[in-house]
């Protein structure tokens, strides 16, 4: 079962945190499942970014992006290369480590 490391992230995740996932569900599937309320906005229909993250190991284990995807994340604050949709990116075998960017397009995010 692949595990997915994610950085620590001030309001999601402070400490940094390991899960162990299954193979075949998008990276914003497998953060939700395990507490860690990532936004997308969109509900996960590839309509916006504001589930944009950083895989920093294991980039390469996942399917590459669509030209949607891709188009879509040129407008993703912080875009690095190995940036991805969690919505969008499918966990395979292997072991992944993100990044959860600080800030997202999205200014108008609801407390809750």
Not at 1 to 16: F, S
Not at 54 to 64: E, K, M, Y
Not at 66 to 92: H, I, K, T
Request: charged share 25%.
């Amino acid at each position: 079962m692949p595990k997915i490391t994610v950085l620590p992230h001030a309001d999601l995740a402070p400490e940094g945190v390991v899960l162990d996932v299954a193979a075949g569900v998008t990276l914003c599937e497998a953060l939700l499942a395990h507490g860690i309320e990532i936004e997308h906005a969109c509900e996960m229909s590839r309509a916006c970014t504001t589930c944009h993250c950083i895989v920093r190991q294991g980039f390469d284990s996942l399917a590459a992006a669509s030209d949607d995807e891709e188009d879509l994340l040129d407008r993703a604050w912080g875009l690095q290369p190995q940036s991805r949709l969690s919505c969008q990116a499918v966990v395979a075998e292997e072991d992944l480590t993100l990044e959860i960017p600080r800030y997202t397009l999205n200014h108008a995010k609801e407390n809750h």
